[in-house]
C-alpha cells in the first residue's frame, strides 16, 4: 500500500465533497445565479469526467483484467462492470423521490420565487432534511470514483476531483436555502450542507476498507472492477445529472463549449503525462 497515495485520494475526496459548503455560501451572500458561468463549470465538469472515463479509467480496467484473462474476456468483463455501475447509480436515482431529488436543482432566484412562498416552515425544513439525505447517498459512490481515481493515477484524479466539486455547489444551494428561510439560522443550514458533502469521504473510507482491508490490496481484479464501476458511475452522472442541470439554466450551446473545453484540456493533460 502507498501510504502517500492513499492520503492524497483521501485529501482530493474530502475536498471534492466540502465543496457543498461552496454553494451553501453562495446562496447566502449572492442575490443573483451568474447562469452562464454556472452552465459552463457544468458543461466542462461533465466534459472531463466523461473523456477521462471512457478514455483513461476504463482502459485501466481492461489492462488490469488482462493480467490474468485473455484480451475479449478482459474486455467483456470492463464491460460489465462498466454498465454494472450505471446501474447502481441508477438503482440510487430511481429510490430517491423525484421531490427531494438533488438533481432538481434550480437557481437562488427561483427557489426565492418559487419555493419560499410555502406558509409552513416544517415542509420547507422537511424539504432540506430530505435534499441533505438525497446528496449524501449520491455523494457516496461519487466518494469510492474519486478515491479510486487518486490511487490509480494522481495527476488525472486531480481535474476528476475538481469536476465533482464543481456539480456540487448547486447542490448546496438546494440543501442549505430551503433549511435557512425555515428555521431563519445561517449557521444550522450551513452545517447540513455541508455535512451532506461528508458522505464523499465517507465513500472513501469503505473504499479504503474494503480494497485493503477485505479484498487483500489491488489484486487485478478489484482494480479491474473498481475501475470500470467508477467509469459508469461518472459517465451517467455527467449525462443525467451535469448536462441537464447545465441544460436548465436555458444555455445550450454554452453548456456545449463547456463540454468540449471539458474533454480538450483533459486530453491535453493526460497526453502530457503520459
Not at 23 to 39: E, M, Q, V
Not at 126 to 150: C, D, K, Q, V, Y
Not at 184 to 207: D, I, Q, T
Not at 225 to 245: C, K, N, Q, W
Request: aromatic share 14%; proline share 4%.
Amino acid at each position: 500500500m502507498n501510504t502517500e497515495n492513499v492520503l492524497f485520494a483521501f485529501a482530493l475526496t474530502l475536498f471534492a465533497g466540502l465543496s457543498t459548503g461552496i454553494g451553501s455560501a453562495l446562496a447566502f451572500f449572492t442575490k443573483r445565479t451568474n447562469t452562464r458561468f454556472l452552465t459552463y463549470s457544468l458543461g466542462f465538469s461533465a466534459g472531463v469526467m466523461i473523456y477521462v472515463s471512457l478514455v483513461e479509467i476504463f482502459q485501466k480496467s481492461v489492462h488490469s483484467f488482462a493480467e490474468i484473462y485473455s484480451p475479449k474476456a478482459s474486455y467483456a468483463f470492463t464491460l460489465l462492470a462498466f454498465f454494472g455501475g450505471i446501474a447502481f447509480i441508477a438503482l440510487i436515482d430511481m429510490l430517491i423521490p423525484s421531490y427531494e431529488n438533488p438533481h432538481e436543482i434550480r437557481s437562488i432566484e427561483e427557489i426565492d420565487k418559487a419555493e419560499y412562498k410555502i406558509e409552513k416552515n416544517k415542509k420547507l425544513a422537511r424539504m432540506g432534511l430530505f435534499s441533505a439525505l438525497a446528496i449524501a447517498i449520491h455523494n457516496f459512490p461519487e466518494g469510492i470514483a474519486t478515491f479510486a481515481a487518486g490511487l490509480a493515477n494522481p495527476e488525472v484524479a486531480i481535474p476528476i476531483a475538481f469536476a465533482i466539486a464543481i456539480h456540487n455547489i448547486p447542490e448546496g444551494i438546494a440543501v442549505s436555502v430551503p433549511i435557512y428561510y425555515a428555521t431563519g439560522n445561517r449557521r444550522k443550514a450551513f452545517l447540513l450542507s455541508f455535512l451532506s458533502g461528508l458522505a464523499e469521504p465517507v465513500g472513501a473510507l469503505v473504499g479504503f476498507v474494503f480494497i485493503y482491508f477485505i479484498a487483500g490490496g489491488m489484486t487485478p481484479i478489484i482494480s479491474g472492477v473498481m475501475f470500470g464501476t467508477v467509469a459508469g458511475i461518472m459517465v451517467f452522472i455527467s449525462l443525467d445529472e451535469l448536462l441537464p442541470t447545465a441544460e436548465e439554466y436555458g444555455e445550450h450551446h454554452i453548456s456545449i463549449y463547456g463540454l468540449v473545453s471539458g474533454m480538450a484540456i483533459m486530453a491535453v493533460s493526460l497526453l502530457l503525462f503520459m
